[in-house]
Nanobody, 125 residues
Framework: QLQLVESGGGLVQPGGSLRLSCSASVSTLDYYAIAWFRQAPGKEREGVSCISRSGSRTTYVDSVKGRFTISRVNGKNTVYLQMNSLKPEDTAVYYC??????????????????WGQGTQVTVSS
């Protein structure tokens, strides 16, 4: 079955940048919309961003608009989340997930069926 793997997390100072990657065990990742979620300790998992199968449509939660950019390249079997101007409140485990559909429409957690293991992002001085 399709497996997702996140990478690129780490420790960064406020105002810094990170680029997260979501890759799949098989090339069928390119068939589906991919979303990024995050979960801080004691908090519910929240949707951050999503990109359609084609890459032509994207969605962002208001708190990251203008700072984060989701992207994908045809044939690369990878989705990226470029995170700029990071804030301490961005600290969380970041997950990628797919809804096995071509479009995002929403970034509600219950819409997504397959998840990666997560990568830790810590924003601190």
């Amino acid at each position: 079955q399709l497996q997702l793997v996140e990478s690129g997390g780490g420790l960064v100072q406020p105002g810094g940048s990170l680029r997260l990657s979501c890759s799949a065990s098989v090339s069928t990742l390119d068939y589906y919309a991919i979303a990024w979620f995050r979960q801080a300790p004691g908090k519910e998992r929240e949707g951050v961003s999503c990109i359609s199968r084609s890459g032509s449509r994207t969605t962002y939660v208001d708190s990251v608009k203008g700072r984060f950019t989701i992207s994908r390249v045809n044939g690369k079997n990878t989705v990226y989340l470029q995170m700029n101007s990071l804030k301490p409140e961005d600290t969380a485990v970041y997950y990628c997930a797919t809804n096995f559909q071509t479009l995002c429409r929403s970034i509600g957690v219950n819409e997504y069926d397959r998840w990666g293991q997560g990568t830790q992002v810590t924003v601190s001085s």
